[in-house]
């Protein structure tokens, strides 16, 4: 956005912050879903929950000059928040079904 047209609130949900926040917020919608369902326990999401909070911009950039993809090194940072129930984040998704809801 340019920011001489741009509100505060407009631009934090626009900023690589807000982005990456819309991320994290449909990964754990999805993990909720996998857990009603039975697919993934639901006391790891529970714990995902309670530890996941959206990575820095700086961190995904790093993690991003090996990965080559936003999205992976996304799931990367998160993962480093997590223990062994960090392997449920991404479940059954595509990075579009990610990046797209998160616009929506």
Request: aromatic fraction near 6%; avoid cysteine; charged fraction near 25%.
């Amino acid at each position: 956005m340019i920011a001489r047209y741009s509100r505060p609130e407009m631009s934090r949900v626009w900023s690589e912050e807000g982005k990456l926040a819309g991320w994290l917020e449909v990964e754990l919608a999805a993990l909720d879903g996998w857990a009603e369902l039975g697919a993934v326990p639901a006391e790891d999401v529970a714990a995902i929950r309670a530890k996941a909070v959206p990575p820095t911009a700086a961190r995904v950039s790093e993690i991003e000059l090996t990965t080559d993809h936003d999205l992976a090194a996304f799931v990367d940072a998160v993962g480093e928040q997590l223990g062994p129930e960090g392997r449920w984040v991404h479940y059954g998704l595509t990075s579009s079904d990610v990046v797209d809801t998160a616009l929506a």
